[in-house]
């Protein structure tokens, strides 16, 4: 028998259609309401099959008899009208169901989950207060991170959104986290989300809030839950395996968040629930979403402000107001009340600072492969190389490891599992407080634009967006210890090996605009770069009227499918044969798979020979290094 279709026709009988469809949608997912309703008529929220559901009408009322036998029906309470945002309404009842049912079928499989600690703001400030008193630098800048780690504790707060502009550097990690913990104890908060652009930046955050706020008789794991990707697994043999919101600090990106945010299916939306009452940390909020994405996702952080008690801080180097921007005026974006939690004096304090730090060069004529790693090894080191492709950043990494040899280059990009990453990044930070250790590049990908204490001497940027480039610089002289520091802009000559990232065109092309006007890189131009790449890209504005036309149909499925922060679909490859052994044996836990686990864009499946081991998970069967990752395979195919 149909079990989701024999329910869906005892709620239609019973006359509570919205509860037939949560019950059609708990495997399969929401379907594009408008559609479903103009196509199925009378078969709505039913099995396609004909004959299947005639036999369920036959044993419809026998069923039922049994059902009730076991559980006696309790009268309904009145039904209401819900006056809020229906969408998101429909996705939160869907998490609540997806969520009992997954965990009941976990426990009869013995995958129970551990009790969640509570989130005891109180004590985790205190701690916080002492982890960040014990950093006792006198020089200017560590004066100005006190002075914001004290503007933002005690900034009051009464709506559900603040901002904190402050420049990179300035600690905004454990600044926004004071913030919130105060905010905790007045709110009476369930947890705290911190949402990062980037799953490189995952590890810092996560090691510093473990040092920070985990008590006496806590396992750092349980307080601060690390989670890089989207991991959401729907067959019953792989559940287990799903990443879920199950603490009281949840650090993830901003595609697993919004996307979760915006999914149709079970497996995703089984976490919505825990967001309600919550309190979320958007850090550098001007590249946690494409521009298209953005009025829907504000759309979405208002009504959770508004109906599920929500209160949001953004926080950026190079903060754009996206919801006041001129082209956008005729969307009806919302207008909250929002808190700054930098004083404008300090804020002052900052930008000077921040203005004296580093200065921004663009070479007009594109560069070539090899004159290119020639150009940067002749800069004063340590060097900074960022470029717009995984490809082009292993690619350049391994010709200045052939041309000047392995100890003059780093490499970083999500081709390295989160693990390796993770160690990559110590190394670099050891090699960086060495004052012998100089003559060495870092090649890496935008994942180390944000939340990243680098500070390298020199800056190569390949170009793509003035916010992307501020970010990049956040990297060079970020201790303002150097004169004359610089960060190089530049793009590349057409090579077969240097692929491009056709998303970055539009945002590419107005940076080049400013560097040929002469105007002065600044952050202060960040609102109006955005508005600029508006006004160029009419398929920007097109997508995000589709967008908004799409929730407001309730059109669940093709919105799942369209709104992806990154626009690839990717699937998740595992590189070690034990750990992929343990997933197709049942034996790995989520954290072991969010830890050793690539993104692999999910076109490469065949070509790339990638060997399913469970639903959704594959095996990587092509060469793999703690150096170059997943690329190391693929550039020996090339």
Same mark, same amino acid.
């Given at each position: ?6 329910g869906s ?6 006359g509570?259609?919205?509860a ?12 594009? *309401?408008?559609?479903e309703?103009?196509?199925r ?5 039913r099995n396609?099959?004909a004959?299947v ?8 009322p026998?069923?039922?008899?049994q ?5 006696p ?9 819900y006056d ?7 996705r @939160?009842?869907?998490?609540c ?7 009941d ?10 009790a @969640?600690p ?9 701690a916080?207060?002492?982890?960040v ?6 020089d200017e800048?560590s004066?100005?991170?006190?002075? *914001? ?5 005690s900034?009051e707060a009464h709506?559900?959104? $603040? ?6 550097g300035?600690?905004?990690?454990t600044?926004?986290?004071a913030?919130?913990?105060?905010q905790?104890?007045?709110?009476n908060?369930?947890r705290i989300?911190v949402?990062?652009p980037?799953t490189s930046?995952?590890r ?8 920070a706020?985990?008590l006496?008789?806590?396992t ?13 697994f729907e067959?019953i043999?792989?559940r287990?395996?799903?990443?879920l919101?199950r603490a ?6 901003a ?5 979760t945010?915006s999914?149709h299916?079970?497996?995703a939306l089984?976490?919505?629930h825990?967001?309600p009452g919550?309190?979320?940390?958007v850090d ?5 979403l494409?521009?298209r994405?953005?009025p829907l996702?504000?759309?979405? @952080?208002?009504?959770?402000s ?6 949001w801080?953004l ?13 956008l005026?005729?969307?009806s974006m919302?207008?909250?009340e929002?808190?700054?939690?930098v004083?404008?004096?300090?804020q002052r304090?900052? $930008?000077?600072?921040?203005?004296n ?6 070479r007009e004529k594109p ?7 020639e150009?940067?090894?002749?800069? *004063?080191?340590p ?9 082009s950043?292993a690619v350049?990494?391994a ?17 390295l599992?989160?693990?390796d990453?993770g160690n990559?990044?110590?190394r670099i930070r ?10 060495w590049?870092l ?12 500070s ?11 916010l992307?480039l ?6 060079v002289?970020?201790h303002?210890?150097n004169?004359?520091?610089v ?5 590349l000559?057409?090579d077969s090996?240097?692929?491009k ?7 590419a092309a ?7 006007k002469?105007?002065?890189i600044?952050p202060?131009?960040?609102?109006r ?13 097109s997508a ?11 059109q ?17 490859a595992?590189p070690d044969?034990s750990m ?16 050793h686990?690539?993104s ?8 790339w ?10 095996q990587?069967?092509?060469g793999?290094?703690s150096?170059?990752?997943? @690329? ?7």
């Amino acid at each position: 028998m149909d079990h989701t279709d024999a329910g869906s026709a005892a709620l239609q009988k019973m006359g509570n259609g919205c509860a037939a469809m949560l019950v059609y949608s708990h495997h399969q997912g929401f379907p594009d *309401l408008s559609t479903e309703f103009a196509a199925r008529g009378c078969s709505i929220f039913r099995n396609g099959n004909a004959e299947v559901r005639a036999e369920t009408d036959a044993a419809l009322p026998a069923l039922l008899r049994q059902h009730e036998a076991l559980f006696p029906r309790k009268p309904n309470k009145e039904v209401q009208a819900y006056d809020g945002d229906p969408a998101v309404f429909l996705r @939160m009842a869907l998490s609540c169901l997806a969520d009992a049912d997954h965990g009941d079928t976990a426990a009869a499989f013995g995958q129970t989950e551990k009790a @969640m600690p509570e989130l005891r703001p109180q004590e985790r400030l205190a701690a916080l207060d002492h982890y960040v008193s014990k950093f006792g630098e006198t020089d200017e800048r560590s004066s100005l991170r006190r002075e *914001l780690y004290l503007s933002c504790r005690s900034a009051e707060a009464h709506s559900g959104f $603040s901002v904190c502009g402050s420049p990179v550097g300035s600690g905004k990690t454990t600044a926004v986290m004071a913030h919130l913990l105060e905010q905790a104890c007045k709110r009476n908060a369930r947890r705290i989300f911190v949402v990062l652009p980037y799953t490189s930046i995952i590890r810092q955050s996560v090691d510093i809030y473990r040092k920070a706020l985990v008590l006496p008789g806590e396992t750092p794991e349980d307080v601060v839950a690390e989670l890089h990707s989207r991991a959401d697994f729907e067959d019953i043999e792989t559940r287990y395996l799903t990443a879920l919101w199950r603490a009281p600090i949840v650090v993830t990106t901003a595609v697993a968040f919004f996307e979760t945010l915006s999914s149709h299916n079970p497996a995703a939306l089984r976490r919505l629930h825990e967001l309600p009452g919550s309190l979320i940390f958007v850090d550098e909020a001007h590249s946690a979403l494409p521009l298209r994405l953005l009025p829907l996702a504000w759309h979405w @952080m208002n009504v959770l402000s508004d109906e599920w008690s929500c209160y949001w801080v953004l926080a950026s180097g190079s903060l754009v107001r996206y919801w006041e921007l001129q082209p956008l005026s005729g969307l009806s974006m919302p207008r909250p009340e929002i808190a700054e939690l930098v004083r404008p004096d300090l804020q002052r304090e900052l $930008s000077r600072y921040e203005s004296n730090r580093i200065t921004f060069r663009w070479r007009e004529k594109p560069i070539g492969r090899k004159e290119l790693a020639e150009w940067v090894q002749e800069a *004063l080191g340590p060097r900074l190389l960022i470029l717009n492709t995984v490809q082009s950043a292993a690619v350049i990494a391994a010709d200045i490891a052939a041309e000047f040899g392995q100890t003059h280059v780093e490499h970083l990009s999500t081709a390295l599992t989160p693990e390796d990453r993770g160690n990559t990044i110590d190394r670099i930070r050891r090699r960086l407080a060495d004052p012998d250790d100089a003559d060495w590049t870092l090649v890496a990908t935008s994942c180390v634009e944000a939340g990243v204490d680098f500070s390298f001497r020199t800056g190569f940027r390949e170009i793509s967006s003035l916010l992307s480039l501020l970010q990049a610089a956040g990297r060079v002289n970020r201790h303002g210890r150097n004169t004359e520091a610089v960060m190089w802009s530049f793009s590349l000559q057409d090579d077969s090996m240097l692929p491009k990232n056709p998303a970055l065109d539009v945002s590419a092309a107005v940076l080049r605009s400013y560097f040929q006007k002469r105007l002065p890189i600044t952050p202060e131009l960040s609102t109006r770069s955005m508005q600029d790449e508006l006004v160029r890209d009419d398929s920007c504005m097109s997508a995000i009227c589709d967008f908004a036309e799409l929730e407001a149909a309730q059109q669940f499925r093709t919105l799942a499918q369209k709104f992806r922060v990154i626009d690839q679909k990717t699937v998740l490859a595992v590189p070690d044969d034990s750990m992929a052994s343990a997933i197709a044996e049942g034996r790995a836990s989520w954290q072991e798979l969010q830890r050793h686990a690539v993104s692999v864009r999910k076109e490469k499946i065949v070509l790339w020979h990638l060997r399913e081991i469970a639903d959704g998970i594959y095996q990587w069967t092509l060469g793999y290094d703690s150096f170059l990752g997943y @690329m190391h395979g693929v550039l020996l195919t090339e």
